[in-house]
């Protein structure tokens, strides 16, 4: 990624809460008992400070010229931090709804790519950023029909041995090797736990390589997974976490990241859930835990 899509460090001038070096248990152990001591209600007064966040000196005139590619007027694309679409075709349609991000505070390897769900005047284009960007992984974090309408546009072969041809490129189903299902709340939070965890398991972290990750609009468990890929590097790395400093990073990047208080929460639980998994303070996490689902039942 060139200069111009680097992260905007004004926003991480003061790094020295980061700077204590501590063992990975004793980080975790250390967040974890925060979080429970902040507990839903502190959760949520904070999500309500970290939602005046935002970056107000960023171009966005792409996203601006290409109202029919976005799925949401409200949720902008920076100029700085887009994909843009280099494979020759006319300047006009080097466009498409899509975000580097990459972190400064752990020692991230692979460079995300954001978007929104393909549309159907997008799924070319979401190809061709594919073929350029060349990820090891696409991870897709919706249904493509919700509430008995189309919530993403169909955009790959659904059958073995099927091929389908989108613009100038042709894509076959050549091997299934597994599937990650999980049932989710009306508010989109899945209800299974460790299920975030189950898939960030599967992405590789390799210098230099790129996963796009995708949910319908781009920006709420798209975001919440890559906060909470960077937070588990963050605490493993020895490093005080703060939730609120990894969320601006991103936002800083792609607009709206962790879209709701709702999976401000659910990004919480799932590290709780990672921490538990390691034997460190498994019952008050439990409670917390048990908390937090009781909350997503009743959120819409």
């Not at 976490?241 to 709206?256: F, G, N, P, T, Y």
Request: glycine share 4%; charged share 25%; net charge positive.
């Amino acid at each position: 990624m060139n200069k111009e899509s680097s992260p905007d460090k004004k926003y991480f001038e003061d790094q020295t809460k980061f700077k204590e070096k501590l063992e990975p248990e004793t980080a975790l152990e250390r967040f974890a008992a925060t979080v429970i001591a902040k507990n839903i209600e502190g959760l949520r007064a904070e999500f309500v400070l970290l939602d005046s966040f935002r970056t107000t000196n960023d171009a966005i005139s792409s996203f601006i010229e290409h109202e029919d590619c976005n799925r949401h007027k409200d949720i902008v694309c920076y100029d700085r931090t887009r994909v843009i679409l280099r494979d020759g075709l006319p300047l006009e349609t080097d466009y498409i709804h899509a975000n580097y991000v990459k972190s400064q505070l752990c020692k991230l390897k692979t460079t995300y790519i954001c978007t929104q769900c393909p549309m159907n005047n997008t799924v070319n284009d979401f190809w061709r950023m594919v073929a350029q960007e060349k990820p090891k992984i696409v991870v897709m974090l919706c249904k493509n029909i919700k509430n008995g309408a189309t919530d993403c546009a169909q955009y790959c072969p659904l059958e073995w041995g099927q091929s389908k041809q989108y613009g100038n490129i042709r894509v076959q189903y050549m091997k299934k090797i597994s599937s990650i299902t999980e049932k989710i709340n009306n508010n989109g939070i899945p209800k299974s736990r460790m299920g975030m965890l189950r898939i960030l398991r599967k992405i590789p972290d390799h210098p230099n390589s790129r996963t796009i990750i995708h949910c319908c609009d781009g920006v709420g468990m798209s975001g919440t997974m890559i906060a909470c890929k960077i937070s588990l590097k963050i605490l493993l790395e020895g490093k005080n976490l703060d939730v609120m400093d990894v969320i601006r990073e991103i936002r800083s990047q792609r607009a709206c990241a962790v879209r709701t208080e709702a999976q401000y929460i659910y990004l919480h639980k799932t590290l709780c859930e990672y921490i538990s998994a390691k034997k460190i303070l498994r019952r008050p996490i439990f409670d917390f835990i048990k908390l937090c689902e009781a909350y997503h039942a009743n959120v819409i």
